[in-house]
């Protein structure tokens, strides 16, 4: 039962939690809300193709299904191209492979010091 729950991921039925969120978590809820909104905004300098593009990258290297599948199609809807939305995976996976070095450093320099925190 548990294994199917952890293995079945998310679903779009899952947004009926939403409103429980918000019950449970008024203040947070709707402070989480006005920021998404103003990201989401479409009347700022940086162009809504390009927002939707971002906001994909992220999706991808954060490994949301739900936010993968709407903000491909919210890209689409603003003009993105199938080559654009292909080059975004790129982008995402180049960023956070980029991640990885850097924590790598990190490594190498923890190695070096030989020291744990504990």
């Given at each position: ?5 952890i ?14 969120l918000?019950?449970?978590?008024r ?15 479409s ?14 990258a ?7 299904p ?5 903000h ?5 809807q603003?003009g993105a191209s ?37």
């Open positions: 039962m548990l294994g199917d729950l293995m079945s991921g998310l679903d779009v039925s899952d947004f009926s939690y939403l409103s429980k918000q019950e449970n978590a203040t947070e809820f709707e402070a989480f809300d006005a920021f998404h909104s103003a990201a989401q905004r009347d700022g300098l940086i162009p809504s193709k390009y927002r939707e593009l971002i906001a994909l992220v999706a991808l290297t954060t490994q949301c739900l936010c993968i599948e709407n491909s199609v919210r890209a689409k603003a199938k080559e654009e939305i292909s080059e975004t995976v790129f982008v995402g996976a180049a960023v956070r492979a980029g991640g990885t070095v850097a924590h790598g450093l990190l490594a190498l320099r923890s190695f070096e010091k030989g020291q744990a925190l504990t």
